[in-house]
């Protein structure tokens, strides 16, 4: 089955902790996503990587790491510097960064704050 | 102030009733258009998408959307809605110069039996 996947579906984070997230598509497609939802807001972009070994922020990129090492894997990494970090994250692809490239979601991540 | 504005939080209508969910955008020039639909912490499944052509768009479990370019709008419409389409619906879009795709801040759909 081709697809995205998400790890974990849940995951806790300590003050001061950093966590990362899992994203890995086996789609074949050159860009991938990272969103954040929160209750009311819709989905805010995090940072996007058109191909390996790039990536830009997006609107709400501080506190915020990312690393495209290989074009299956696109990890988010949330540091203590993000001091509000509990909310929805949405993994997605797409062919290519262009008009046309329809973006197709992986299942979440749900971070929480102990 | 370029936006996607999805004016209803929220939507009851009865199984089968008709359902139209309203989307509008903001911007200079015809953007690419999209709806998704997030069941309860699942991430977003695509409904149907707008390029060009047809204003008509038919998509998955029965749904069909219409650009009116006069009105900056493309609403979603289902002509009998089912209890399983209860969920959150995302309008998107994104500009046919660029490569962001920006989001309403999506509308609720409760069904009642």
């Known amino acids: 089955d081709g697809g995205i996947t998400q790890s974990p579906k849940y995951l806790f984070r300590k003050e001061g902790q950093n966590v990362t997230l899992s994203c890995e598509q086996n789609l074949n497609h050159d860009a991938m996503y990272w969103y954040r939802q929160d209750p009311g807001q819709g989905l805010r972009l995090i940072y996007y990587s058109q191909i390996v070994n790039d990536f830009q922020k997006g609107d709400i990129a501080e506190g915020y790491s990312v690393s495209r090492e290989k074009k299956e894997s696109f990890p988010l990494t949330v540091t203590s510097a993000q001091k509000n970090p509990t909310a929805f994250y949405l993994c997605?692809?797409?062919?290519?960064?262009?008009?046309?490239?329809?973006?197709?979601f992986g299942p979440g991540t749900r971070l929480l704050v102990l | 102030a370029q936006s996607v504005t999805q004016p209803d939080i929220h939507i009851t209508v009865s199984e089968g009733a008709s359902l139209e969910l309203r989307c509008n955008y903001s911007y200079g020039a015809t953007p690419y258009l999209f709806w998704y639909v997030q069941s309860p912490g699942q991430g977003l499944q695509l409904l149907l998408k707008y390029f060009s052509g047809d204003t008509l768009v038919q998509g998955i479990k029965g749904f069909e959307a219409e650009f009116k370019r006069s009105q900056s709008s493309f609403n979603l419409r289902k002509p009998s809605v089912h209890w399983s389409d209860a969920a959150e619906y995302f309008c998107?879009?994104?500009?046919?110069?660029?490569?962001?795709?920006?989001f309403g801040t999506g509308t609720s759909l409760t069904v009642i039996p």
């Open positions: 998107a879009v994104v500009l046919n110069t660029g490569n962001q795709f920006y």
């Open positions: 997605a692809s797409s062919i290519n960064i262009g008009s046309r490239g329809t973006q197709y």
